[in-house]
């Protein structure tokens, strides 16, 4: 035998030169970090907290108990076979370390992919980050959760693991099990193995797995986006992770990012490895491959198969531990004379147990005399998920062989489901003639491996049978490969395998001891990191991602710009790609957005297409006015306002075409689902309907032939486009109609081109050129150029993106008694949607800097106070405020959520120093006037339902795109007014006719409930039941026997709006009958609404109006809340302002049940915010009783 030295290893490894060098850090990320964690049982958590230190080689600290160190201890006390334990497992090595509250011990399971990542510390400076798996109490191994666990808990962990191993725990909450036993294990595992689905997992089930895995996968990028510095490798690993390149990609787009898949990965027909990516990137996803990756947004994607290997000595040193000899000795003397078979699989339907017992049970019988001679010693280990169905099928049919074959000395399969310890492990390989691998799918099995080198100090080394669905059987080609559903061919291997000579045994074992020993987990792990830099390093092929696109700055250049040329290809962009060219027809809906913009004198609107005139006529120049159509890739061009089409390739040599044509034709006999395209022109292969691998395949053998008969020989050029191939002329492309288009447009202030794939880049091309080099083309400095690849992943059309209008939305402003009603912003600004539903994300925003540009803030209704709106005002980054209620109602009934008086500075009381506070939770906000809008959203119809949604849908995306990766969604507030001009427009008044001189008595109440936004009438119910008692007087008033003109007093009924709002109405109201009236007919916006009118400003039917006389105001009744709905009704109330004064009245109104003074209770609190202050700050001698069913604070 070869001995396993470092020069021997060395001849074999094709790993040349030094490690590459690296400025930065190696992140590790895997689903679990290699360690176990167990908790002390009681935790002092009294104690100060200090970071603690790894143990110094003097002190040892108690150590605990050995059943506790994992998972798997209690079920591995159970021994193979009848072999009673000699050697506890604190004989086998494993690693440990601990705080006063931790106990941390090393995780068995995938040694070969942590000792690979360790191996890489020798060379670099490396961090781990992972999942902690699941947390136990030691002693009682219960698990603990990790929000039970106590934030010191967490910072002793987090020290105890980064100061020993460098590692950065992730703490998951109950997401965790939806990511792994649901989305990884139900339906990512399935999926790439070839398996059914669980018939259990519906598809509501499945999303909700889904939302765990998006979570888990959110938290573990935030990790290392945190973690994250410039020149840093990020290294992750395993199916568990899929989202975490692409989320880390979004926020560090210039990051080195890696993963690896260590599972098998399916051909696309589900729905080889690193082939089967590949194909199915253009099978199902349509992505331009190449040899060597994948391309996507105009990046390429690397894809390579580096085959994992193990920890050699490692495993060397395991399998010579003091405890595994006697193991051997006891197995081998349990099965004495007899060919021992091992199999050591995970118990999953994957791994192929059940075809290997049928291929056992084939080979007892095709081959009977083995019978009594070898056994099979199958183990089983458990794993997550439900198989117990299997773990049925597996027992009953090892049953049924022992059975048919079996007898009192002999039994041919022994079956052990349990995991069995190290130990028992390495001496099972070490004493195996035979190890039998029969998976149906599997990825790199290193149990294959780790048998080889058990195997490499016997003389007559024993064999191995692999599948050949294995990731190991590619590179293992001395193994006995077989199918493992062929249970004959199995068979026969089995019995070719225990007869082979033993020259052939050890050549075969020489010629795998070579590879395993050379591909090692250190050879694995340092070559993808070599790849990964290497490929980092090569700009051309890490040419970088085109960035999404900032629509909130594109939307602000747009409003600023005087003059705007836009150009837009149609296939792919403003249509959606389709099959069938002829079915690419414009939508009603793309139709108007181009006509809206055509519309707009300041814009220049351009389509620049392949298709040819006629097609471009039919669908756009028929149906839009002012467009400007280029046909054929700039061949023809149809000015803005033309009527005819302009050639530009008048002159040109065409006698290439019938050559061209010829090729087309012969590839289109050859190629299923493509057809010829014939243009003035040009010529077109399309293969769009064509087998997705074939057709690239053919297009590739297409372009070589044309190049080498048509290219060398004509001036022409090929055009790639996407699922075809188009032959034209060489001097004409879209680039060169664009410039021309530009040239004549010297002052333009803003271009916009989209386009889709290869074939507009000659537009992106000239563009950028001659905006970056301003010349006779574009000689406008202070101008804006946006090339906009339209991604498919991203839309099918371009319409929806344009703009979508949410009309109507309500909103408050300041108001007073003659101030505007209404809001709006003070110019037109757009903002990007952020999300604050709570205090950290409003804390996030103001102080991380989390979006640079304008932002419209989403708040809940309970978040909308002064300071925080003032603390928003503040960054000069809000655009304005947008609130979303819900479900909100008793958050605002009262009159304002933020005003502990509302309107007290314009009630009777403004002046005290110490008013009574009535509204004792909130501060000050509804009367305030703020630089930027504030709206709110209510579902309350079909309108306001959708905008809610749509604004609800937008900002969660946002969310979920960290506001990082563009587009992201953004909203326009407009100058739109919502309510009343003015506040007099409020006031719907009745001249009162009586001129005689008897007291008035005002009955009043409000029409408008006490909502903090206008319109949205949440708490009517409150001021409704004010307005029915005032209507239920009249009406009983109306009923008494008596005539009201012959009563002693009038009654005046007043019912006022927006009186939450400064007491807008009443104020108004006492103006309008103190004051003086005067007549200008002054010039007016808005006609007045009186034919005939004898005073036009203001607007006055008849000018000799009687006037409400103020002086005869004697006493006010006003009724607001009297349903007796609120959360503390004892009652009804009366409230005064002069206890003196009013006494008469309050003493009549105590008369009637239920009616209680307001100071009963022997405190004085005066008037609630009311109406009736408005007629007192005029003259403090009328009596006013307020009713409420309120006693001391605004009812809920």
Same mark, same amino acid.
């Given at each position: 035998m070869i001995p396993l030295t470092a020069e021997n290893v060395a001849h074999y490894l094709p790993l040349s030169g030094q490690s590459p060098h690296i400025k930065g850090r190696i992140i590790h990320v895997t689903h679990q970090i290699p360690y176990n964690i167990l908790r002390a049982q009681h935790t002092d958590h009294q104690l100060p907290l200090s970071p603690p230190r790894s143990p110094s080689s003097k002190y040892s600290p108690p150590m605990p108990a050995l059943d506790e160190l994992s998972s798997s201890d209690a079920v591995a006390a159970a021994p193979i076979s009848k072999l009673a334990r000699h050697h506890r497992r604190g004989t086998t090595l494993r690693m440990r370390f601990h705080a006063a509250d931790w106990t941390v011990v090393e995780r068995r399971g995938h040694q070969a992919l942590y000792a690979g990542l360790q191996s890489?510390?020798?060379?670099?400076?490396?961090?781990?980050?992972?999942?902690?798996?699941?947390?136990?109490?030691?002693?009682?191994?219960?698990?603990?959760?990790?929000?039970?666990?106590?934030?010191?808990?967490?910072?002793?962990?987090?020290?105890?693991?980064?100061?020993?191993?460098?590692?950065?725990? +992730?703490?998951?909450?109950?997401? !965790?099990?939806?990511?792994?036993?649901?989305?990884?294990?139900?339906?990512?595992?399935?999926?790439?193995?070839?398996?059914? #689905?669980?018939?259990?997992?519906?598809?509501?089930?499945?999303?909700?797995?889904?939302?765990?895995?998006?979570?888990?996968? #959110?938290?573990?990028?935030?990790?290392?986006?945190?973690?994250?510095?410039?020149?840093?490798?990020?290294?992750?690993?395993?199916?568990?992770?899929?989202?975490?390149?692409?989320?880390?990609?979004?926020?560090?787009?210039?990051?080195?990012?890696?993963?690896?898949?260590?599972?098998?990965?399916?051909?696309?027909?589900?729905?080889?490895?690193?082939?089967?990516?590949?194909?199915?990137?253009t099978r199902v996803l349509g992505c331009e491959t190449t040899q060597i990756g994948v391309s996507h947004h105009g990046t390429l994607i690397s894809v390579g198969a580096f085959p994992i290997g193990v920890d050699c000595a490692r495993v060397s040193q395991f399998s010579k531990q003091p405890g595994v000899q006697p193991k051997m000795n006891a197995i081998r003397d349990m099965h004495s004379g007899k060919k021992i078979i091992a199999g050591r699989d995970k118990l999953d339907s994957t791994k192929g147990i059940l075809q290997k017992l049928h291929a056992f049970e084939g080979f007892l019988r095709d081959y009977p005399e083995w019978r009594n001679k070898v056994v099979l010693i199958q183990v089983a280990t458990p794993t997550h998920g439900e198989h117990s169905k299997l773990e049925a099928k597996i027992s009953e049919t090892v049953s049924h062989i022992n059975g048919k074959y079996g007898s009192l000395e002999y039994t041919p399969i022994h079956y052990y489901h349990q995991d069995i310890d190290r130990d028992e492990y390495y001496a099972l390989l070490s004493v195996a003639d035979l190890l039998?691998?029969?998976?149906?799918?599997?990825?790199?099995?290193?149990?294959?491996?780790?048998?080889?080198?058990?195997?490499?100090?016997?003389?007559?080394?024993?064999?191995?049978?692999? !599948?050949?669905?294995?990731?190991?059987?590619?590179?293992?080609?001395?193994?006995?490969?077989?199918?493992?559903?062929?249970?004959?061919?199995?068979?026969?291997?089995?019995?070719?395998?225990?007869?082979?000579?033993?020259?052939?045994?050890?050549?075969?074992?020489?010629?795998?001891?070579?590879?395993?020993?050379?591909?090692?987990?250190?050879?694995?792990?340092?070559?993808?990191?070599?790849?990964?830099?290497?490929?980092?390093?090569?700009?051309?092929?890490?040419?970088?991602?085109?960035?999404?696109?900032?629509?909130?700055?594109?939307?602000?250049?747009?409003?600023?710009?005087?003059?705007?040329?836009?150009?837009?290809?149609?296939?792919?962009?403003?249509?959606?790609?389709?099959?069938?060219?002829?079915?690419?027809?414009? !939508?009603?809906?793309?139709?108007?957005?181009l006509q809206g913009l055509c519309n707009d004198p300041k814009n220049i609107v351009w389509v620049i297409s392949g298709r040819d005139q006629a097609t471009l006529d039919e669908w756009l120049g028929s149906n839009i006015k002012n467009i400007g159509l280029s046909a054929e890739h700039g061949c023809y061009v149809k000015p803005v306002g033309s009527s005819e089409w302009q050639s530009v390739v008048d002159g040109l040599d065409m006698s290439w075409k019938s050559d061209v044509i010829e090729i087309f034709d012969y590839y289109t006999e050859r190629t299923q689902g493509s057809f010829v395209e014939h243009k003035k022109s040009s010529v077109t292969w399309h293969y769009r309907q064509a087998d997705a691998e074939y057709g690239a395949f053919q297009a590739k053998e297409c372009q070589n032939h044309l190049e080498n008969a048509i290219v060398s020989k004509y001036p022409v050029e090929i055009l790639v486009g996407k699922k075809n191939l188009e032959v034209r002329p060489m001097s004409i492309n879209k680039g060169e109609i664009v410039k021309r288009i530009l040239s004549k447009n010297p002052d333009t202030n803003l271009v916009i081109c989209a386009g889709d794939d290869k074939t507009d880049e000659d537009m992106f091309r000239a563009l950028s050129s001659a905006h970056q080099s301003p010349s006779s083309v574009w000689p406008e400095r202070d101008s804006h150029l946006y090339s906009i690849t339209w991604a498919d992943d991203i839309a099918?059309?371009?319409?929806?993106?344009?703009?979508?209008?949410?009309?109507?939305?309500?909103?408050? &402003?300041?108001?007073?008694?003659?101030?505007?009603?209404?809001?709006?912003?003070?110019? &037109?600004?757009?903002?990007?949607?952020?999300?604050?539903?709570?205090?950290?994300?409003?804390?996030?925003?103001?102080?991380?800097?989390?979006?640079?540009?304008?932002?419209?803030?989403?708040l809940t209704l309970d978040l909308l106070t002064t300071s925080n709106i003032e603390q928003l005002i503040q960054t000069k980054r809000v655009a304005g405020i947008i609130v979303l209620i819900k479900n909100e109602l008793n958050n605002t009934n009262i009159p304002s959520p933020d005003s502990t008086c509302p309107n007290c500075q314009f009630g009777l009381y403004a002046n005290d120093s110490d008013p009574y506070q009535w509204n004792p939770q909130a501060l000050n906000l509804i009367e305030q006037s703020f630089d930027i809008p504030i709206f709110a959203i209510k579902p309350t119809d079909d309108i306001s339902n959708n905008v809610y949604n749509q604004i609800n849908q937008a900002v969660t995306y946002n969310a979920e795109k960290q506001y990082r990766q563009y587009p992201l969604k953004a909203v326009d507030f407009d100058l739109f007014m919502?309510?009343? +001009?003015?506040?007099?427009?409020?006031?719907? #008044?009745?001249?009162?006719?009586?001129?005689?001189? &008897?007291?008035?008595?005002?009955?009043?109440?409000?029409?408008?409930?006490?909502?903090?936004?206008?319109d949205l009438t949440i708490g009517a119910s409150k001021d409704?039941?004010?307005? +029915?008692?005032?209507?239920?007087?009249?009406?009983?008033?109306?009923?008494?026997?008596?005539?009201?003109?012959?009563?002693?007093?009038?009654?005046?009924?007043?019912?006022?709006?927006?009186?939450?709002?400064?007491?807008?109405?009443?104020?108004?109201?006492?103006?309008?009958?103190?004051?003086?009236?005067?007549?200008?007919?002054?010039?007016?916006?808005?006609?007045?609404?009186?034919?005939?009118?004898?005073?036009?400003?203001?607007?006055?039917?008849?000018?000799?109006?009687?006037?409400?006389?103020?002086?005869?105001?004697?006493?006010?009744?006003?009724?607001? !809340?009297?349903?007796?709905?609120?959360?503390?009704?004892?009652?009804?109330?009366?409230? +005064?302002?002069?206890?003196?004064?009013?006494?008469?009245?309050?003493?009549?109104?105590?008369?009637?049940p239920g009616l209680n003074s307001a100071s009963s209770d022997g405190i004085q609190r005066k008037l609630p915010p009311s109406s009736a202050m408005s007629f007192l700050q005029q003259n403090r001698k009328i009596k006013a009783a307020v009713i409420t069913d309120y006693q001391s604070k605004l009812g809920k």
């Open positions: 890489l510390r020798k060379d670099y400076e490396t961090i781990h980050i992972g999942w902690t798996g699941p947390i136990k109490e030691q002693g009682t191994r219960k698990l603990i959760a990790p929000n039970k666990l106590a934030l010191e808990d967490k910072v002793k962990l987090q020290a105890l693991l980064w100061e020993t191993a460098h590692v950065i725990p +992730v703490f998951l909450d109950e997401k !965790s099990h939806g990511h792994y036993e649901g989305y990884c294990k139900q339906v990512l595992w399935p999926v790439f193995h070839y398996l059914e #689905r669980s018939s259990s997992c519906s598809s509501r089930v499945e999303k909700s797995y889904w939302d765990d895995y998006v979570a888990v996968n #959110r938290q573990f990028a935030k990790t290392v986006i945190d973690r994250y510095q410039p020149n840093d490798i990020i290294f992750i690993n395993d199916y568990h992770l899929l989202l975490v390149p692409e989320m880390i990609r979004e926020a560090l787009p210039d990051a080195a990012i890696g993963i690896f898949i260590h599972v098998t990965f399916p051909s696309s027909e589900t729905y080889s490895y690193a082939r089967h990516f590949i194909s199915s990137c039998l691998i029969t998976c149906s799918r599997d990825g790199m099995n290193t149990t294959s491996y780790e048998y080889v080198l058990c195997q490499h100090h016997k003389n007559e080394p024993g064999q191995l049978i692999l !599948s050949e669905f294995t990731g190991t059987a590619g590179s293992m080609s001395a193994a006995i490969l077989v199918n493992p559903w062929d249970y004959a061919e199995v068979a026969k291997s089995i019995n070719d395998a225990l007869t082979m000579s033993l020259d052939e045994k050890v050549t075969r074992h020489e010629q795998l001891y070579r590879h395993v020993t050379s591909r090692t987990a250190d050879f694995w792990a340092h070559s993808f990191i070599k790849h990964l830099v290497t490929i980092s390093q090569q700009h051309d092929l890490q040419s970088r991602a085109t960035p999404s696109l900032n629509s909130s700055k594109l939307l602000t250049d747009y409003k600023a710009a005087k003059k705007r040329i836009m150009f837009f290809d149609y296939d792919g962009t403003l249509t959606p790609i389709v099959s069938v060219p002829s079915a690419a027809t414009p !939508s009603p809906e793309m139709l108007k957005a099918t059309t371009l319409y929806p993106h344009i703009y979508t209008n949410l009309n109507n939305w309500p909103c408050v &402003k300041l108001l007073n008694a003659t101030g505007t009603i209404g809001c709006h912003s003070l110019k &037109k600004k757009s903002g990007i949607l952020y999300q604050a539903y709570t205090t950290q994300d409003l804390d996030n925003f103001v102080h991380n800097n989390i979006l640079s540009n304008d932002a419209a803030v989403i919502w309510a009343a +001009v003015d506040a007099k427009t409020c006031l719907r #008044r009745v001249n009162l006719d009586a001129d005689d001189n &008897k007291p008035i008595i005002v009955v009043s109440s409000n029409l408008d409930s006490r909502a903090l936004f206008h409704i039941s004010g307005l +029915v008692t005032v209507l239920a007087i009249a009406e009983a008033l109306s009923r008494a026997p008596i005539a009201l003109d012959t009563l002693p007093k009038h009654i005046l009924y007043t019912l006022f709006t927006a009186e939450d709002w400064a007491f807008a109405g009443s104020q108004r109201f006492v103006k309008d009958i103190t004051s003086p009236f005067e007549c200008t007919n002054a010039t007016r916006a808005i006609p007045c609404p009186y034919l005939n009118a004898t005073c036009t400003f203001p607007c006055v039917r008849n000018v000799d109006f009687k006037r409400i006389r103020f002086d005869k105001i004697e006493s006010i009744f006003e009724f607001q !809340s009297v349903s007796g709905i609120n959360s503390d009704y004892m009652g009804y109330y009366i409230h +005064v302002d002069d206890q003196e004064l009013n006494q008469p009245l309050v003493v009549s109104l105590e008369k009637y």
